[in-house]
């Protein structure tokens, strides 16, 4: 299954390594904000396979953005990334998170170069041209996005060091801080939009429920990019649906006697445009408190893992099935989340030393249980089989890269 990604509302903030506290199947997503998490991993492989196309290497040291922008075919590139199909389908591995893969043939990209050059050869010769462009073709670019669920920021765990004397109360509330710090500049970012009678949508954010009804549509959209730095900084962005967006604003002009007549379409649509032209990415962030920094570090756990990987490291692989009496992609979720707790039980009867389990280890050390969850989710769909009134789904999971994980966290 291959979808073209079209353009979204966001509102953002940056990302790296987080693992996930115990599920909470009582908060699980529902149906539609599972369809908003899929959108909003749309967008957030789409801006990292942006820059994966940019940044490749052309010629020599040129990028390919340097090289279209040589070549006056900037407009060109831009529209061949947009094509981009997702392959296979939105994976749920643990319900609360979503991840969407999308890909570009690297031939559409090279086309897109080549094609209707402005700036002739841009100062390349013929043979570095001709060279960079066989290059591209050959190439596949291809990212992951990954979004949250909005109402599980909780549970987000920061995998940096510095964080670990941080009390669980002052992460969450550098996350909602954060959030907030997001949502303030999206709201900002609406200012100045033409009304009716000489008014703007200055007048209607000076009324506060207009505001508050903003910052509550903002608060059940999906999170993408978050981002522990080492400095205790938080950092993350918030993807928000035209879809979502657009009705709350419109309720909110009508609400506060600021909109145009009902059946003037040409002036709502005006306002729409004007708002999503507006409405660009925004960093929030926030730091936690200076004392938590300087509490005292807790007694070091002992360290379980061994020096030598375990004989299971060289068995290459391991497999686990899940089914589920739902059809559809909604029994295909159900499926894969029976088989990653199938695949887990598997991983943590593994012998890890001569006298624990992987998943005794796990209990007794944090950094091994972190990195547990780290590596389940590199698990991959080696099969899906849709039938009539149910469907089993195969996951597979390299244990090498598995070890290597747990190496890393030693």
């Not at 066989?134 to 909780?154: C, D, K, V």
């Not at 993408?224 to 009705?247: C, H, K």
């Not at 695949?343 to 992987?358: I, N, P, S």
Request: hydrophobic fraction near 40%; proline fraction near 6%; charged fraction near 25%.
């Amino acid at each position: 299954m291959r979808r073209n990604f079209g353009f979204i509302f966001a509102v953002v903030i940056l990302s790296t390594g987080l693992g996930w506290a115990a599920p909470s199947p009582q908060n699980e997503p529902t149906d539609a904000q599972r369809q908003r998490m899929v959108t909003a991993a749309v967008l957030d492989a789409a801006r990292h396979l942006r820059s994966q196309v940019l940044d490749a290497t052309f010629s020599g040291n040129q990028t390919v953005q340097e090289v279209a922008r040589r070549l006056g075919t900037e407009d060109a590139v831009a529209n061949a990334i947009q094509t981009a199909g997702q392959r296979g389908g939105p994976r749920s591995p643990d319900n609360l998170s979503c991840e969407v893969r999308l890909e570009l043939s690297g031939v559409a990209v090279a086309d897109a170069l080549a094609g209707n050059r402005r700036g002739g050869t841009g100062g390349l010769s013929d043979k570095e041209l001709k060279d960079g462009l066989a290059r591209l073709r050959r190439q596949t670019f291809s990212a992951i996005g990954i979004s949250f669920a909005p109402n599980q920021l909780a549970r987000l765990r920061p995998t940096a060091p510095a964080w670990r004397t941080v009390p669980e109360a002052a992460r969450v509330d550098a996350l909602e801080t954060a959030r907030g710090n997001a949502v303030a500049h999206f709201i900002e970012r609406l200012r100045g939009v033409p009304l009716e009678g000489g008014k703007t949508t200055d007048d209607a954010l000076a009324v506060p429920d207009v505001v508050e009804q903003l910052r509550s549509c903002l608060a059940t959209q999906p999170v993408i990019d978050v981002e522990f730095s080492e400095s205790l900084e938080v950092r993350l962005t918030v993807a928000a649906s035209p879809d979502d967006l657009w009705p709350q604003a419109q309720k909110a002009l009508i609400a506060s006697r600021l909109a145009p007549p009902a059946d003037d379409a040409a002036a709502w649509k005006r306002i729409r445009d004007a708002l999503a032209a507006r409405t660009t990415p925004s960093e929030g962030q926030a730091s936690v408190v200076a004392a938590v920094a300087t509490s005292p570090a807790p007694a070091s756990a002992p360290n379980l893992i061994p020096a030598n990987p375990p004989r299971w490291v060289r068995g290459g692989g391991m497999e686990a099935a899940g089914e589920s009496k739902v059809a559809g992609l909604k029994g295909a979720r159900e499926a894969e989340s029976a088989a990653l707790q199938n695949l887990r039980r598997q991983v943590e009867g593994l012998q890890f030393t001569r006298t624990m389990t992987l998943g005794q280890a796990a209990k007794q050390d944090p950094r091994i249980a972190r990195a547990l969850d780290d590596a389940i989710r590199q698990s991959k769909v080696s099969r899906i089989n849709y039938q009539p009134d149910h469907v089993n789904v195969r996951l597979s999971l390299d244990l090498e890269l598995m070890w290597q994980t747990l190496s890393a966290s030693r």
